[in-house]
């Protein structure tokens, strides 16, 4: 699955082709979207019923689905069950970066209340990691900008209106941030100052730590985040 996620294919494809034995050319669209429910579903502790729901297969199905996968994955089955276990002896999980999350229901006699501390952790360590990185970038983004363009604002300084006059702000070079969405980060920038500011945030996000899997940030450009093009950096 490595060799997988660094080769730059799509991911789910390859995996699809690798769980079938088939070349991924020979995968079509609707066996990657299984791939990609069923990843999602064993790593965040979906059941043989909820995932047969969701692809609208027979619950024995979608439980010989998860089954083989786990089989043809083997590290899957050790991170969940590992994170679990430690989760259990520690009372806690831990995301990369070092924040805890105390989830007294993983010792529960309750069987329900258990397996629902249960997805916790897994869903914790995943998504609590992917947020340490994602905040992590930020930061390290906001430092390059404000090395490469110390006038820059802030804040937006739009021009607007002033008792019905309009203000205008004089135009400073650079580039501020507007939002995170998930693992999505949108900035404003001058059109001069583009390049320099896709480059930045490009090689911030893909460096914010060094895991087994590189990561890898697709830049998007437009003059409204309803009007983006894919930019190649």
Known sequence: MLTVLNGGVDVFRCIAAEWKNITPD????????????????????????SLGEQMGVDENDAACYIESFKARYTGIQSFLRDTVKSCV??????????RRRYLPGITNGNTYARAHAERQAVNTTVQG?????????????????????????????????????????PRVRGAYFILQLHDELIYETTEEDLIRVAQIVKREMESAVKLYVKLRAKVRVGPSWGDLQDMEI
């Open 129 to 169: 990691s992917a947020a340490d990185i994602v905040k992590l970038a930020t930061v390290n983004i906001q430092q390059r900008l404000q090395e490469t363009f110390p006038t820059a604002p802030l804040s937006h300084q739009h021009p607007h209106s002033d008792r019905g006059r309009s203000r205008t702000w």
């Open 89 to 98: 002896k520690k009372g806690y999980v831990q995301t990369l970066l070092g």
């Open 26 to 49: 020979a995968v079509k669209d609707g066996l990657r979207q299984q791939a990609k429910q069923i990843c999602y579903g064993i790593i965040y502790g979906m059941g043989a019923k």
